[in-house]
């Protein structure tokens, strides 16, 4: 409770901040009706997902004609993902990026992407993220809290990554300290697996793994070099069992403070930047990987995902019996089905 007082109170002092910079931009804006600056804070990322956040602010720039920039606070100068959301829900900063799984906590509707092998494939998964009528659902089951989602950024494959030996098995999770984000859907995955869940913060994971107090974790490959985690962790096993997007909110009275024009511009600006993630995404994986196994040693090897399929059945039988969820999952799931049509 302390620490959670703590962060709340310093999440007050940012706010207080913004909004006195805020009544100066006013008068500025005074001078010069067309002059808005909204605010872009963001935590530690990979480069192509910066890359992208970056291209979301040139667009803005570009289509309003310069009438509306985008000023960035980077590398979790304000806090981590939870705060960030908070200072995007008081409209303290205007626009974040962060993993589906932080938003949990805010909407149920976030976790459904935490259900293990929810897509079968990465076709799929982009086939339900573009489908307007999931995703704006979605994107508005928090507008009551003050922001709504925006757009996504592919954030990859999810899977296990190991200080001492491969995960070819289940079995081989079976005691096992493994890091999770702080979501409810990845603690019970881990736990149906025979592991050991353990929530902690990204900035907590290498020293967690290095001192032992973990045994490993799950995440897409950025961690290995670009965070560092293959310099202790150096088993990456693909059972691929999540594909968690990142998603961009948006503090809901940015619509407010623009005109019609340049809020569309927002909008179209948003779905280009993640056309233009899509395409570096998968380049940098590549890259990702190269480096790691050069400068690390780091190993990876494939998986049969079946048995880890099964064992995490229960996750799938929750929420398809829920009548909160239950619409929802059949909806993604029937774009699976389709995705074999396709084909």
């Given at each position: 409770m302390k620490i959670r007082s703590l962060i709340l109170t310093a999440a007050a002092l940012v706010t207080t901040t913004f909004l006195l910079?805020?009544?100066?931009?006013?008068?500025?804006?005074?001078?010069d009706e067309q002059a808005v600056t909204l605010r872009y804070a963001y935590a530690s990322n990979s480069q192509p997902v910066?890359?992208?956040?970056?291209?979301f602010g040139r667009l803005v720039k570009e289509k309003t004609n310069g009438e509306v920039e985008i000023e960035y606070y980077p590398d979790a100068q304000l806090g981590g993902e939870t705060e960030l959301i908070e200072l995007t829900q008081t409209g303290a900063i205007d626009f974040t990026k962060v993993?589906?799984?932080?938003?949990?906590?805010?909407?149920?509707?976030?976790?459904?992407?935490?259900i293990p092998y929810l897509f079968d494939d990465e076709e799929h998964f982009f086939r339900v993220m573009e489908n307007e009528k999931i995703m704006n659902e979605i994107y508005q089951s928090t507008e009551e809290l003050g922001f709504v989602g925006l757009t996504y950024y592919d954030s990859g494959q999810r899977s296990f990554y190991m200080t001492e030996g491969p995960i070819k098995t289940p079995e081989d999770l079976k005691g096992k300290k493994i890091r999770v984000m702080q979501s409810?859907?990845?603690?019970?995955?881990?736990?149906?697996?025979g592991g050991s869940a353990v929530p902690m913060g990204s900035n907590e994971v290498y020293t967690s793994l290095q001192s032992n107090l973990i045994n490993g974790a799950e995440n897409n490959e950025f961690v290995l070099f670009t965070a560092g985690h293959g310099g202790v962790a150096k088993y990456y096993s693909y059972d691929e069992h999540t594909r968690v997007?990142?998603?961009?909110?948006?503090?809901?009275?940015?619509?407010e403070r623009l005109t019609a024009e340049q809020y569309k511009a927002v909008q179209e600006a948003a779905k280009e930047s993640t056309e233009y993630e899509k395409k570096v995404f998968k380049k940098a994986v590549e890259e990702e990987k190269k480096i790691a196994t050069k400068d690390y040693g780091v190993q990876y090897n494939e998986v049969?995902?079946?048995?880890?399929?099964?064992?995490?059945?229960?996750l799938h039988d929750e929420f398809k019996n829920n009548e909160d969820y239950?619409?929802?999952?059949?909806?993604?799931?029937?774009?699976?089905?389709?995705?074999?049509?396709?084909?």
């Amino acid at each position: 409770m302390k620490i959670r007082s703590l962060i709340l109170t310093a999440a007050a002092l940012v706010t207080t901040t913004f909004l006195l910079s805020g009544c100066s931009n006013t008068k500025v804006a005074a001078a010069d009706e067309q002059a808005v600056t909204l605010r872009y804070a963001y935590a530690s990322n990979s480069q192509p997902v910066v890359d992208s956040m970056k291209e979301f602010g040139r667009l803005v720039k570009e289509k309003t004609n310069g009438e509306v920039e985008i000023e960035y606070y980077p590398d979790a100068q304000l806090g981590g993902e939870t705060e960030l959301i908070e200072l995007t829900q008081t409209g303290a900063i205007d626009f974040t990026k962060v993993s589906g799984s932080a938003l949990e906590s805010f909407s149920k509707d976030y976790s459904i992407f935490g259900i293990p092998y929810l897509f079968d494939d990465e076709e799929h998964f982009f086939r339900v993220m573009e489908n307007e009528k999931i995703m704006n659902e979605i994107y508005q089951s928090t507008e009551e809290l003050g922001f709504v989602g925006l757009t996504y950024y592919d954030s990859g494959q999810r899977s296990f990554y190991m200080t001492e030996g491969p995960i070819k098995t289940p079995e081989d999770l079976k005691g096992k300290k493994i890091r999770v984000m702080q979501s409810e859907t990845a603690i019970k995955m881990v736990e149906l697996l025979g592991g050991s869940a353990v929530p902690m913060g990204s900035n907590e994971v290498y020293t967690s793994l290095q001192s032992n107090l973990i045994n490993g974790a799950e995440n897409n490959e950025f961690v290995l070099f670009t965070a560092g985690h293959g310099g202790v962790a150096k088993y990456y096993s693909y059972d691929e069992h999540t594909r968690v997007p990142d998603v961009v909110i948006m503090n809901d009275s940015v619509k407010e403070r623009l005109t019609a024009e340049q809020y569309k511009a927002v909008q179209e600006a948003a779905k280009e930047s993640t056309e233009y993630e899509k395409k570096v995404f998968k380049k940098a994986v590549e890259e990702e990987k190269k480096i790691a196994t050069k400068d690390y040693g780091v190993q990876y090897n494939e998986v049969d995902s079946e048995p880890f399929q099964k064992l995490v059945q229960p996750l799938h039988d929750e929420f398809k019996n829920n009548e909160d969820y239950r619409e929802l999952y059949q909806e993604i799931r029937a774009l699976a089905e389709k995705v074999g049509e396709d084909k």
